[in-house]
């Protein structure tokens, strides 16, 4: 039997009469087979909205405190359908957009489900930049749905959190079960408040939401109301704001991409510099890892392995020999994910969980060190580390060996940049890399053990490396990991 719940379609409205009527139109074509409701909150509109939103046969409830939060609320708390869902007055939504919603929870654990948008008026450049609203990684009051009995279980929203309501919400429901990102499902919607005060919005938009995920609690409360008939009397400001808005939008990026934002870079010990620098390897084990190892043995040379579950699973004997060999051994994760899961943490802790299940099968240890793929980082995955009691090694010197130079280029490029202390990036298998060997570091590999030993230095683990070095806090107490809901499907 197909999943046909009943469904209840929020749409908060304030002096919306420009805008609503295009939204009702798209939520009255819907293809949806089941039985749902449209209701409006009219929160203390002076306009027409009301009268426009009865016209289309919604429900209109009037909600006079003032406040995205109180409507939001008020109409979720309201609703009688089995999931809610909700858009915005100036978002219209596709023909099949609570067809494809519902299909999401037809899986008990879902709990939640969102989409992504578009900007559908403004300016071209802007419209090109609102492609980024594709990069949404939690759901998004114009385009979502949750279940109405976990919805319940979380409390709701929250009167208290205004800008930031969804994100809020979203926060709590993954502590309860799983939410869907689809970003197939796509909503136009309006950019006039982008059109309006675009740095000042970009600004409170990512300054709250870095304060929800990591503190809790929303640094801004309010946001001002822009209409469509009142654009042409609004002027951007290009303040202090926009200046700030640039490097907090800078900082994040830089924090999120660039892996030289990392751990451990400089060993220090006694105000001297230690001649130890960190090999690190990841993606495998693969069909190469053994020589790589043999190569490391003959140079009596050490080296960290950050390696994917779904590889451990396929190569016991290579994690086997690896652990036996003196090298350590970390978590790069189950299936090593192109993309950077910023919109999925329980599927981060469980890539995280099923690697270290499958290690410590193998070799009796649990794993604490861990490397995100693509050295991702943000407060979400930081966020799953927290949770399983692990900690984040990223790199200060990229071999680019992923990209298949010339062993002489590799070796220059690690030499030039080195230093007491570094740790380096190298693969044992490339995963994601459509069958591309790594010919090229083995080859280079015992010239650069050879030219480590000339310099003076020593290649040692990572927790060897911070065990020569007090000022640096790397190697955390590890966490008592919780038990897998469930596995991985095997790859």
């Known amino acids: 039997m197909t999943y046909k719940p009943t469904v209840t379609v929020i749409i908060p409205a304030y002096n919306e009469e420009l805008s609503i009527r295009a939204c009702l139109e798209s939520l009255n074509n819907q293809d949806y087979r089941g039985n749902f409701e449209i209701v409006v909150i009219?929160?203390?509109?002076?306009?027409?909205?009301?009268?426009?939103?009865?016209?289309?046969?919604?429900?209109?409830?009037?909600?006079a405190q003032r406040g995205y939060n109180f409507a939001i609320k008020r109409g979720f708390d309201e609703a009688s359908g089995e999931i809610i869902a909700c858009t915005d007055a100036d978002s219209s939504v596709p023909k099949d957009w609570l067809t494809k919603l519902v299909k999401h929870f037809e899986n008990p654990d879902v709990v939640g489900c969102g989409g992504v948008f578009?900007?559908?008026?403004?300016?071209?450049?802007?419209?090109?930049?609102?492609?980024?609203?594709?990069?949404?990684?939690?759901?998004?009051?114009?385009?979502?749905?949750?279940?109405?009995?976990?919805?319940?279980?979380?409390?709701?929203?929250?009167?208290?959190?205004?800008?930031?309501?969804?994100?809020?919400?979203?926060?709590?429901?993954?502590?309860?079960?799983?939410?869907?990102?689809?970003?197939?499902?796509?909503?136009?919607?309006?950019?006039?408040?982008?059109?309006?005060?675009?740095?000042?919005?970009?600004?409170?938009?990512?300054?709250?939401?870095?304060?929800?995920?990591?503190?809790?609690?929303?640094?801004?409360?309010?946001?001002?109301?822009?209409?469509?008939?009142?654009?042409?009397?609004?002027?951007?400001?290009?303040?202090?704001t926009a200046i700030s808005a640039l490097l907090i939008l800078f900082f994040f990026g830089w924090i999120i991409q660039n892996p030289t934002s990392h751990l451990l870079e400089n060993s220090m010990f006694n105000g001297s510099a230690i001649k130890s620098v960190a090999l690190t390897f990841e993606d495998g084990p693969g069909e190469q890892t053994d020589t790589i190892l043999k190569i490391l043995q003959s140079r009596n040379a050490h080296a960290t392995f950050f390696l994917t579950g779904k590889n451990a699973r396929v190569y016991p004997e290579i994690v086997r020999k690896i652990d036996q060999s003196g090298h350590e051994i970390g978590n790069h994760t189950y299936s090593h994910p192109f993309e950077p899961m910023i919109d999925n943490l329980s599927q981060q802790i469980y890539e995280i969980q099923e690697t270290d299940r499958i290690i410590e099968k193998i070799t009796g240890k649990h794993t604490f060190l861990f490397r995100p793929p693509q050295g991702w980082q943000n407060p979400w995955s930081l966020h799953a580390c927290d949770e399983t009691g692990m900690t984040v090694v990223l790199w200060s010197i990229d071999s680019k060996d992923w990209?298949?130079?010339?062993?002489?280029?590799?070796?220059?490029?690690?030499?030039?940049?080195?230093?007491?202390?570094?740790?380096?990036?190298?693969?044992?298998?490339?995963?994601?890399?459509?069958?591309?060997?790594?010919?090229?570091?083995?080859?280079?590999?015992?010239?650069?053990?050879?030219?480590?030993?000339?310099?003076?230095?020593?290649?040692?683990?990572i927790s060897e490396l911070k065990s020569e070095n007090d000022q640096f806090s790397l190697v955390e107490p590890i966490k008592k990991i919780s038990p897998l809901k469930k596995p991985l499907p095997p790859t």
């Not at 590799?410 to 044992?428: A, F, N, Q």
């Open 118 to 240: 578009r900007f559908a008026d403004g300016p071209l450049w802007l419209r090109i930049i609102g492609e980024f609203g594709r990069c949404n990684y939690h759901i998004a009051g114009a385009n979502m749905a949750v279940r109405k009995s976990a919805y319940r279980k979380t409390g709701g929203f929250s009167s208290d959190v205004n800008q930031g309501a969804d994100v809020d919400l979203d926060r709590r429901l993954r502590k309860i079960g799983t939410v869907v990102i689809d970003r197939k499902i796509t909503t136009a919607t309006s950019s006039r408040r982008f059109q309006a005060a675009f740095f000042e919005t970009i600004f409170r938009y990512y300054v709250n939401d870095l304060c929800l995920l990591t503190a809790g609690k929303p640094l801004f409360h309010s946001f001002k109301d822009y209409r469509l008939d009142s654009l042409d009397s609004v002027k951007s400001t290009f303040s202090r």
């Open 403 to 461: 990209q298949n130079p010339s062993p002489q280029l590799m070796l220059r490029k690690i030499l030039d940049d080195l230093k007491p202390g570094s740790i380096i990036l190298l693969h044992d298998h490339l995963e994601n890399r459509n069958g591309q060997r790594v010919d090229n570091t083995i080859a280079m590999l015992p010239i650069l053990l050879d030219s480590l030993q000339n310099r003076g230095y020593q290649s040692v683990t």
């Open 42 to 63: 009219d929160n203390a509109s002076s306009d027409a909205t009301a009268s426009i939103a009865k016209s289309f046969s919604a429900n209109v409830i009037y909600e």
